[in-house]
């Protein structure tokens, strides 16, 4: 049985509309692209093997062969290629463009770092390999983790975690180890309004009730506020630096000082290091646990969602109680990753494992590689561009985008607007959308909550002034069209490979796989029911 | 700095429209003692490409590459052979250097793959409905026992003897913290599983069972009999797959009952990478997909009545649902999952059953043959490409031994069961369809020297 028993059908539903005027319903370069499911079938492979080896004496497999079909569809190699080349060019992406999605840095990808991530030194060995063979990659995460305590100025740091909320999940669960060691189990994390979703959900993951800690008028934590909520119930807060609203917390240290004298700690999200990084070191703020997402900050790729990093840096107080494995250099110059077997000699208050194996090697490799090509002088240029690259789009266009706190002073690297001002009925979305059809990505909209209709705009340091400009000068313009109600504003994008998507319809009525079309005719059935309704 | 377009030019200039008199002023919210005046002290200045490049080199080759000699290590992380076109592939920088599809109008490249992917993980694991992936296959697990205790509001989990000791180390980790109380159990060198422990374990408390098929010495079990059990109480059952070309050639997890099927889908399209990124795999029964951790695609029309794809069933996650979400899981492993898809393009059903077949005769025949070395004896009755050997001496020495011939002969249970007496004989196995003739005769003649 094939998986596409139909035959493909050149005139996919997408084809058909009459105003694309070609029988093929590609316009140009824009090309439709079908399933999978909808050209390849279970006969056709694009790989060819060497002949089989004799099975010894036969199969071994418990009885257990498979009989019925998996219905996996096979396509020759030119038509892979093909697939998703085509499929590719439907995509936004940094090599095409700015990128200003606030709370996220989507900064430039150096190629170098790819290419190194795939010497085979590095991509082609085993996690389990025995590790007096594989010394140079773990002097590579040593190195690593020796620049990450450097540049945030703490004392140890747990490399497994494998993206952001993961460290964050690690940092809490570090933090609920220290305090049941010390025998003061507690309750309560606080979290501000304005922190991204992960932070209130990580705490919650590690069982601890959530409560939240309002903000000033002037987009910071509110410290007073804070300080009356503080008590031997409460674990830890957790703080994002440079915060949500795109500001630095001025009362970090007294914020930090406020919550170890409750004998609580303070975890820092890091997704906006980029801000600081070189300049400012958190673990002079009093910070006791940061992630960091190697793939903001540091420029490992985002592929569309990941994979990230988080690697945690950790105070002296928490730094014991980081998960297996923990990188370590020995004096006469040999590199281990200390797991279960020489933990108790070595590590014995780790609180116990994250993950399978090391963590992102491959993330570490084209960090390490970032980091060197910058050097300690290159990444506080680093921050510093970011942060005049955002001030700059701020200032060019607080005249017609209301910047809430734009009164406050400078903000660091994203810049916020509100969508206060525009014509009835017209939202922040209807300005994201627009910007699509001038060829940039939009911003992060709707976030942070504690911002109506918040778009959040986080240029980075590898925009060019002639990027931002031409960027200043669209968005000035769909500004001045929202405001003046311009309805040609709400159809936007019309020039996308897709115009707005029906989410609700998605979410009502889920379509989560491909579901093979019943033959005419046929009995519905067969192996090939799956998902949809 | 060959990343930083910005001339001093230009920050003049942009310093003078943001009104700013020095960049310092708008570091200015920083409190003073807390500003470093210059590069921080002990770390090097910027670097160019060939300097940097010659630094890792030289980092990389002090490294056994596996392709380079006689390699035979698994237990989790596989090596396979991965088509050209798949490397080149995610290196568009359209695949490579999106953010995640938030914006459904020009991501439709990315979001149909997921979609794609996630049809072709759910066959492949024989469920109904997969998500756009996970972090890895140990993560996987852990968010697989949450999903079951919120399906079934229980809280007792009883894990096989066979699941990989890591995973069991993430998922004891994670349960301190929920509450999760885990039955645990250390496996034994024989050819049996635990399947009969695991059948008279549950009761009416139990949220779930989680089974690693084949499992971490290579066996495999038949799954139906647990799922049949499980369900007879309410329980569910939770399969995890490490090796999925495994299942080009026996039956799935789903086709057996299982419930959740989560797995480690490195084998198909990563690489090794020293343990990381990799991909998880999660699949489930339709009917419980809100319980369900992580993203999802689906597809939908737009406003001119053209079928692509978006994010959907959002209010699963945290940056709508925040402390009320399924799982804290936001970044997950969407180009490795770009990676798996491709190659399992390539392969289709046709070349998946093949790939399978060629690694399971290639595993028999090396079995077989190093059976026969006085004093190593093979433990498993049944295996797909990994199996465990028993030494007549500690394997874990035994490793070191076999590197100073160069040859990475396996893994040792003693590295991953530290202080299991019984256990420190067992040598895993693995055999791929990368291994060569003499890469079997090397390992076979390494062995037969070290136990002799």
Known sequence: MTANPSGWKPSSPASTTSETGTITGNRALMLEEPLIFEIGDSHSTGVDFSPSPAAGSGPRLAGLIRTSPINLPGLSEPETVRHYTRLSRQNYAIDLGLFPLGSCTMKHNPRLNEKLARLPGFADIHPLAPQETVQGAIELINRLSEWLIALTGMYGVAMSPKAGAHGELCGILAIRAALEARGDPRSVVLVPESAHGTNPATAAFAGYKVEDIPATAEGRVDLEALKARLGPDVAAVMITNPNTCGLFEPEMKAISDAVHAAGGFVYCDGANFNAIVGKVRPGDLGIDAMHINLHKTFSTPHGGGGPGSGPVVMSEALAPFAPLPYSARYADGTFRMVEEEVAADEHPQAFGRMVAFHGQMGMFTRALAYILSHGADGLAQVAEDSVLNANYVLRSLEDVLDAPFAFSGPCMHEAIFSDRGFADGFSTIDVAKALIDEGFHPMTMYFPLVVHGAMLVEPTETESKASLDQFIAALRSIAERARAGDEALRAAPIHAPRRRLDETLAARRPILAFKQPVPEGAESGAGAEIGGR | ?452
Request: with cysteine; net charge negative.
């Open chain 2, 1 to 452: 700095m060959r990343y930083l377009p910005l001339s001093d030019e230009d920050r003049s200039e942009m310093l003078a429209k943001v009104g700013a008199g020095s960049i310092d002023e708008l570091f200015g919210d920083v409190p003073a003692e807390a500003r470093l005046t210059g590069p921080i002290h002990g770390l090097p200045m910027h670097a160019s490409e060939m300097s940097v490049e010659r630094q890792l080199t030289a980092m990389a080759n002090r490294n056994m590459v596996a392709g380079e000699v006689p390699f035979f290590l698994g237990c989790g992380a596989y090596r396979h052979h991965v088509p050209a076109s798949v490397d080149h592939l995610i290196q568009r920088g359209e695949f490579l250097t999106a953010y995640t599809p938030y914006q459904p109008e020009i991501a439709q490249g990315t979001l149909q793959v997921l979609f794609e992917f996630q049809t072709q993980v759910a066959r492949l694991l024989g469920c109904e409905v997969a998500n756009a992936s996970m972090y890895d296959g140990s993560t996987a697990c852990w968010e697989a026992i949450g999903m079951a205790r919120r399906v079934t509001r229980r809280k007792r989990a009883i894990l096989s003897s066979g699941l990989h000791p890591h995973y069991v180390a993430v998922c004891a980790t994670m349960a301190k913290f929920t509450g999760d109380s885990l039955d645990l159990a250390v496996p034994e060198l024989s050819a049996a599983t635990d399947a009969e422990r695991l059948i008279a374990s549950i009761d009416a408390d139990t949220s779930c069972v989680v089974v690693q098929y084949p499992d971490i010495l290579g066996r495999i079990a038949d799954l139906a009999p647990i799922a049949e059990a499980a369900h007879a109480h309410g329980a569910l059952l939770v399969a995890v797959v490490t090796e999925p070309v495994a299942l080009g050639l026996v039956k799935s997890p789903g086709e057996m009952g299982a419930d959740i099927v989560v797995g480690e889908g490195q084998s198909i399209g990563v690489g090794l990478q020293f343990g990381g990124p990799y991909v998880g795999l999660f699949a489930c029964r339709e009917k419980h997909v809100r319980q369900m951790p992580g993203r999802l695609a689906g597809e939908t029309v737009d406003a001119e009545g053209k079928r692509g794809f978006v994010l959907t069933l959002s209010t699963r996650e945290q940056h709508i649902r925040r402390e009320k979400a399924t799982s804290n899981i936001c970044t997950n492993s969407g180009l490795c999952a770009l990676a798996f898809s491709i190659h399992m393009t390539l392969l289709g059903e046709k070349g998946l059953r093949r790939l399978a077949e060629i690694n399971h005769a290639r595993a028999v025949e090396v079995a077989e043959r190093l059976a026969k070395i006085p004093g190593v004896e093979l433990v498993n009755d049944s295996f797909f490409n990994e199996f465990t050997l028993e030494l007549p001496i500690e394997a874990r020495p035994a490793v070191h031994s076999m590197v100073e011939k160069r040859v990475l002969g396996g893994v040792s249970l003693g590295r991953l069961y530290p202080g299991e007496a019984a256990l420190a004989n067992g040598l895993v196995v693995a055999v791929t369809e990368t291994v060569s003739d003499e890469d079997v005769d090397a390992l076979e003649a390494a062995l037969r020297e070290i136990v002799r």
